[in-house]
Antibody, heavy 118, light 107 residues
């Protein structure tokens, strides 16, 4: 069974950093891109970025709102991906989802809540 | 950035009725459009991709149509479990973008 499990959320002060994790199982992680999304009442569902598989070049793309502050990392040997978030702002508050793929997204994590507040 | 506009914002219907949801793109996305269903406390669930292809396990009462800039999700006969929020999303270009959602509520 395909599973994607997000973790690492929490309360963090503005300007600080936080690293989210995404553990995958039930499929060959190396073969797939990883995408991150977030959801908040203010902005709705928002795409943050993706990293393709290494076989596809390990290409990354990011939303303008997070480019230069957020970085997607992957460790295929452990079937895990990370979203490294820096210079956090209050508007980064939301429920963060890791997903399999970067076009048609059929598998989503359960979400991990990030609250940026002083 | 491609803006997706969904209408109506809320649809009040009874079980057994037909629901028709619209998604309009600010520029062509060809057929690179998905529809998701989301219930409270749950992640989005893929219903339709490629504008008209049902995802695995999705009942045939759900159907998608359209291409270019105008898309429709139809639910032929609403079941109690279909009352939820529905989102369209385009994946043809970056940034990927979502519509603001249509809530299908029980009348």
């Amino acid at each position: 069974e395909v599973q994607v499990l997000d973790s690492g959320g929490g309360l963090v002060e503005p300007g600080r950093s936080l690293r989210l994790s995404c553990r995958a199982s039930g499929f060959t992680f190396d073969d797939y891109a990883v995408s991150w999304f977030r959801q908040s009442p203010e902005k709705g569902l928002e795409w943050l970025g993706f990293m393709t598989s290494k076989a596809s070049g390990g290409t990354t793309e990011y939303a303008a709102s997070v480019k230069g502050r957020f970085t997607i990392l992957r460790d295929d040997s452990k079937s895990i991906a990370h979203l490294q978030m820096g210079s956090l702002k209050t508007e980064d508050t939301g429920l963060y989802y890791c997903t399999r793929g970067h076009t048609v997204i059929a598998y989503w994590g359960q979400g991990t809540l990030v609250t940026v507040s002083s | 950035e491609i803006v997706l506009t969904q209408s109506p914002g809320t649809l009040s219907l009874s079980p057994g009725e037909r629901a028709t949801l619209s998604c309009r793109a600010s520029q062509s996305v060809s057929s690179s459009l998905t529809w998701y269903q989301q219930k409270p406390g749950q992640a989005p669930r893929l219903l339709i991709y490629g504008a008209s292809t049902r995802a695995t396990g999705i009942p045939d009462r759900f159907s998608g149509s359209g291409s270019g800039t105008d898309f429709t999700l139809a639910i032929s006969r609403l079941e109690p479990e279909d009352f939820a929020v529905y989102y369209c999303q385009q994946y043809g270009t970056s940034p990927r973008t979502f519509g603001q959602g249509t809530k299908v509520e029980m009348k």
